[in-house]
């Protein structure tokens, strides 16, 4: 009976999976329509020539359908950072957002078009490339419809736009922003000085930087607020989700406890270790520690493949990331280079396991530790195990060393 209750809540939480990703290509496919025609009207609106509503409509349509090729690449592929790819639904709305606001800035002086924000927001809820690729598109849709546009004010706002996000990118908790705002309105108060100000049939006066001085002021703040919210909604949310699913209490572990207490201890000593391996080489240590405590989780009904287990972190929120390195490793698809937390957990299951194996054939025996690892290093390069993993020959002695040093630890296996 159990059994038949389980299987009814995986079929309609797989139902609903498919239900929400139905809306998100639905919303992406908007995004050819909406663009198109929305250039399409207000080339009409602003009075331009024929041939330039028929070019402007055209651009529209080709950028939209360039930018859902990119979006659904980023969502098989998995390359949308933070949780984006969970709520891929938040880009669609921000890249209305900044559509609507670039269509109506040609009704307004270049020298304060808000782009440096709307670069930052189109990055930081999709990937960089979209956000880079998008942003751009929304210049030059501003540029194409002032009836005297120039390639000047596209140069100004996709400059800034790239240096926005390559500084900002891969925002964290303790991200210092003071000095990477500070370059990038420096950047866009200079590109606006040599690319408009200097070129301006007038004689120089301090009141001509007016302009631009607004522009900053406009876009730090609205860059300030964005940044705050995100911090508060994406970052911070993600690092909670965290702490809670790398609980040894949480309600998931404790099913696993309850369903087999080996599987529960093992993926205990495991995370240990590899979490430890993980902070030492400067990786993603909580995405390792949740893979450890859950790529055993399918234990609780059965589940084996990717397509039977995945329910259990959509079920409980895990991060996108977290989600992606677990698919990864439960896939085992070694066809492609594998990344390095995955190596970290593979290398830390088979040691786990052969000191496991040691002590049920005699809780007496002394195990030469060092030698063990050394053994276990050896078989893996000589059958190429190693090979399938994107992981260095200084990353695998670092990670062997690090192993040696837990020799105390080992023994509370017995």
């Known amino acids: 009976m159990e059994n038949i209750n389980e299987n009814k809540d995986n079929a309609v939480l797989n139902s609903t999976f498919d239900k929400s990703e139905r809306v998100i290509k639905l919303l992406?496919?908007?995004?050819?329509?909406?663009?198109?025609?929305?250039?399409?009207?207000f080339s009409i609106?602003?009075?331009?020539?024929?041939?330039?509503?028929?070019?402007?409509t055209v651009t529209g349509f080709l950028c939209g359908g360039i930018l859902i090729f990119m979006l659904n690449d980023a969502s098989v592929r998995g390359l949308f950072s933070y949780d984006?790819?969970?709520?891929?639904?938040?880009?669609?709305?921000?890249?209305?957002?900044?559509?609507?606001?670039?269509?109506?800035?040609?009704?307004?002086?270049?020298?304060?078009?808000?782009?440096m924000f709307i670069f930052l927001l189109l990055g930081l809820f999709s990937t960089?490339?979209?956000?880079?690729?998008?942003?751009?598109?929304?210049?030059?849709?501003?540029?194409?419809?002032?009836?005297?546009?120039?390639y000047a004010e596209f140069f100004i706002y996709f400059?800034?736009?790239?240096?926005?996000?390559?500084?900002?990118?891969?925002?964290?908790?303790?991200?210092?922003?003071?000095?990477?705002?500070?370059?990038?309105?420096?950047?866009?108060?200079?590109?606006?000085?040599?690319?408009?100000i200097l070129f301006q049939n007038r004689t120089f006066s301090l009141t001509m930087l007016i302009a631009p001085l607004v522009n900053i002021i406009?876009?730090?703040?609205?860059?300030?607020?964005?940044?705050?919210?995100?911090?508060?909604?994406?970052?911070?949310?993600?690092?909670?989700?965290?702490?809670?699913?790398?609980?040894?209490?949480?309600?998931?572990?404790?099913?696993?406890?309850e369903k087999d207490k080996n599987a529960y201890f093992r993926a205990i000593h495991i995370a240990y270790l590899a979490e430890r391996i993980a902070l030492d080489l400067g990786l993603n240590a909580r995405a390792v520690k949740t893979m450890s405590y859950y790529y055993k989780i399918g234990v609780i009904d059965g589940s084996k493949t990717w397509a039977d287990v995945k329910h259990?972190?959509?079920?409980?929120?895990?991060?996108?990331?977290?989600?992606?390195?677990?698919k990864e490793y439960i896939e085992n698809d070694k066809s492609k280079p594998l990344s390095k937390e995955s190596a970290i957990i593979y290398m830390c299951e088979t040691l786990i396991a052969s000191i496991n194996y040691l002590f049920e054939?005699?809780?007496?025996?002394?195990?030469?530790?060092?030698?063990?690892?050394?053994?276990?290093?050896?078989?893996?390069?000589?059958?190429?195990?190693?090979?399938?993993?994107?992981?260095s020959l200084y990353e695998i002695e670092r990670m062997k060393k690090l192993m040696k040093k837990e020799k105390l630890y080992y023994d509370f296996l017995r």
């Open 218 to 257: 406009i876009n730090l703040i609205l860059t300030l607020i964005l940044l705050n919210i995100f911090g508060v909604y994406v970052i911070r949310k993600s690092n909670d989700r965290y702490m809670d699913i790398n609980d040894t209490e949480y309600p998931l572990l404790v099913q696993l406890k």
């Open 28 to 41: 992406f496919g908007s995004i050819f329509f909406v663009t198109g025609i929305i250039l399409l009207v």
């Open 45 to 56: 609106l602003y009075g331009l020539k024929t041939e330039n509503i028929i070019r402007n």
């Open 312 to 326: 259990f972190y959509i079920e409980n929120n895990f991060p996108q990331e977290a989600v992606d390195y677990l």
């Open 84 to 115: 984006n790819g969970q709520k891929r639904n938040r880009f669609v709305f921000s890249y209305y957002i900044g559509l609507i606001i670039s269509v109506f800035l040609p009704l307004v002086t270049p020298e304060i078009w808000p782009f």
């Open 361 to 391: 054939k005699d809780k007496d025996t002394k195990i030469n530790y060092d030698e063990l690892i050394d053994k276990i290093f050896i078989h893996k390069m000589e059958n190429n195990e190693l090979y399938n993993y994107d992981i």
């Open 128 to 150: 960089n490339e979209i956000g880079l690729f998008s942003g751009s598109m929304l210049v030059m849709f501003a540029v194409l419809l002032e009836k005297e546009g120039g």
């Open 159 to 196: 400059l800034t736009g790239v240096v926005i996000l390559v500084l900002l990118r891969d925002l964290t908790e303790t991200t210092k922003l003071g000095a990477p705002l500070f370059i990038v309105v420096s950047l866009l108060f200079m590109l606006l000085v040599a690319f408009d």
